[in-house]
C-alpha cells in the first residue's frame, strides 16, 4: 500500500495501516506480510470509495501500550451520510466500532459494512455461533478445512459470533462480533428487513461479507444511525501459553461475592451461575479488587483465573432495565486485559486472564483467550516508535 496520504500506527512487527476514501480502508501486517484487510462500506447505493475524508485523528498512550486512529468521512452525494471508525490497537488485539450516520431526511434500506479480505493461505477455519442467553460464548463451534477450490464456508441471516482462521505458517486470526450482539442481529426486529453474513474463498484468499440490514423496496424504516462493534486479534506458532511460575498471584472470579443482578441470564428471573462483565456491578468490583491486588503484590505477575466471555440477554447490564438485549461481554474482558495491564505499565510485571479448566474445548484454542494468557505486553516506546516487552 504506497499511499502519501496513508496513515500507520504500530512497528514493523504488526501495524495498521490506514487509505480512509480508498477502496481498502485498512490493512494489517504482520512482519511487513498483508493478514487482514477492510475495504469500504455502501449505504444505500452509495460506495464509501468515494467518500472524503472531513477529520482524523492519530494518538499513542504514554505508556506505549494502546495505539489509536478515528477518523470520520462523508460521501458527497444525495444525503451525504457519514462514516466514522475508531480502532483501538494492542499488542495481539484490535477493537472497531463504526458509526453510519444516514445524512439529511433519508434512512438505511441497505448497509452494507466494508468487506474483510485474508490474504492466504489458510488452511482451517473455525466458526462460532451465537450461544443461547447465559451460556459461554464459545459454546458452538464447527471446523471447516480449507483447500484450493472456491467454498462457500458459511452463509446466513445470522450473524456469526466469532470466526478463527488458522494459517498455514501457524498463526491463528480471529475475527468476532463486539457487544453488541442485538445490532449485528437488528434485522430480526425489523419488519420488510433482512440480513446476509457469508464467508466465503478458498485457500488464498478468503472474503467475509456483513449486511446486517436490507429492506424491502416498499419499506419505509426510520432516520436512524447504526453502530456495529468487532475486532480481531492473533497468535503466532512461536506464541505458547508456560505454566503459572512461582512469581505469580492467581485470584478465582468464582470467589467473588457478586449479586444476582450481575450475572449472564437467559431473561429469565433466575439469575445465571456465571458473571457478566457489562454489568456496572461487576466491573466495579473487579476493578477494585485488581486495583488492591496489583497494588499489594508489587513484584508478582496477577492472573485472573476461571473467567471466559458469556451471552447475556439482561439490558439493565446495558442502562437499559426491564428490557431484553443480547449481547455478550468479550469487549469488556478485553477492555479489562488492556486496563490491567496499564495499571503496571511501568514495570516488567503482567496481567493476565485465564478460561476455566473446564471450558468448552474451543475457548482455550480461541487466539483472543490465548492472548488473555500470554506472559509478555509489547508496548510501543513513545519516544522511539519501537517496539519493546513488557
Request: charged share 20%; with cysteine.
Given at each position: 500500500m504506497n499511499d502519501a496520504s496513508a496513515k500507520t500506527i504500530g512497528t514493523a512487527e504488526q501495524q495498521i495501516t490506514f487509505t480512509p476514501g480508498k477502496p481498502e480502508y485498512l490493512r494489517f501486517l504482520l512482519n511487513q506480510r498483508p493478514v487482514l484487510c477492510l475495504g469500504g462500506a455502501m449505504l444505500n447505493q452509495l460506495s464509501e470509495s468515494g467518500a472524503l475524508l472531513q477529520k482524523s485523528r492519530q494518538h499513542q498512550t504514554l505508556d506505549?501500550?494502546?495505539?489509536?486512529?478515528?477518523?470520520?468521512?462523508?460521501?458527497?452525494?444525495?444525503?451525504?451520510?457519514?462514516?466514522?471508525?475508531?480502532v483501538e490497537f494492542v499488542d495481539g488485539i484490535t477493537q472497531i466500532i463504526e458509526d453510519y450516520q444516514p445524512g439529511k431526511r433519508t434512512s438505511f434500506k441497505h448497509l452494507k459494512l466494508g468487506d474483510i479480505t485474508l490474504p492466504g493461505p489458510w488452511i482451517n477455519v473455525h466458526?462460532?455461533?451465537?450461544?443461547?442467553?447465559?451460556?459461554?460464548g464459545y459454546a458452538?463451534?464447527?471446523?471447516?478445512?480449507?483447500?484450493?477450490?472456491?467454498?462457500?464456508?458459511?452463509?446466513?441471516?445470522?450473524?456469526?459470533?466469532?470466526?478463527?482462521?488458522?494459517?498455514?505458517?501457524?498463526l491463528k486470526l480471529e475475527i468476532g462480533c463486539g457487544d453488541d450482539l442485538w445490532r449485528w442481529r437488528i434485522a430480526e426486529g425489523l419488519e420488510h428487513c433482512h440480513a446476509q453474513f457469508k464467508i466465503s474463498g478458498n485457500r488464498e484468499q478468503i472474503t467475509l461479507e456483513r449486511i446486517p440490514l436490507t429492506f424491502d423496496e416498499d419499506a419505509a424504516p426510520e432516520c436512524v444511525s447504526r453502530r456495529f462493534k468487532w475486532y480481531f486479534a492473533w497468535t503466532t506458532a512461536e506464541i505458547n501459553t508456560p505454566p503459572l511460575e512461582q512469581d505469580t498471584f492467581t485470584l478465582d472470579i468464582n470467589k467473588f461475592n457478586l449479586p444476582?443482578?450481575?450475572?449472564?441470564?437467559?431473561?429469565?428471573?433466575?439469575?445465571?451461575?456465571?458473571?457478566?462483565?457489562?454489568?456496572?456491578?461487576?466491573?466495579?468490583?473487579?476493578?477494585?479488587?485488581?486495583?488492591?491486588?496489583?497494588?499489594?503484590?508489587?513484584?508478582?505477575?496477577?492472573?485472573?483465573?476461571?473467567?471466559?466471555?458469556?451471552?447475556?440477554?439482561?439490558?439493565a447490564h446495558l442502562g437499559r432495565p426491564g428490557k431484553q438485549l443480547l449481547h455478550w461481554d468479550v469487549w469488556d474482558l478485553m477492555e479489562l486485559f488492556i486496563w490491567g495491564n496499564r495499571q503496571i505499565a511501568g514495570t516488567n510485571r503482567f496481567f493476565g486472564i485465564i478460561a476455566p479448566d473446564n471450558a468448552s474445548p474451543h475457548t482455550a484454542e480461541m487466539p483472543l483467550m490465548q492472548r488473555f494468557s500470554q506472559r509478555k505486553f509489547r508496548k510501543f516506546t513513545p519516544e522511539t516508535g519501537k517496539e519493546a516487552s513488557a
Open positions: 506505549g501500550l494502546v495505539a489509536r486512529f478515528e477518523a470520520t468521512l462523508q460521501i458527497p452525494f444525495g444525503a451525504e451520510p457519514e462514516i466514522r471508525r475508531s466458526i462460532v455461533l451465537i450461544a443461547a442467553a447465559g451460556q459461554p458452538h463451534c464447527s471446523r471447516h478445512r480449507i483447500d484450493g477450490t472456491d467454498t462457500v464456508l458459511y452463509d446466513s441471516h445470522e450473524p456469526f459470533l466469532s470466526a478463527v482462521f488458522e494459517h498455514e505458517d501457524g444476582g443482578s450481575a450475572m449472564a441470564t437467559d431473561g429469565s428471573v433466575k439469575p445465571g451461575s456465571s458473571c457478566c462483565l457489562q454489568a456496572a456491578a461487576t466491573r466495579r468490583l473487579l476493578r477494585k479488587k485488581l486495583r488492591s491486588v496489583l497494588a499489594k503484590h508489587d513484584t508478582d505477575n496477577v492472573f485472573l483465573t476461571n473467567l471466559q466471555p458469556h451471552v447475556c440477554a439482561d439490558a
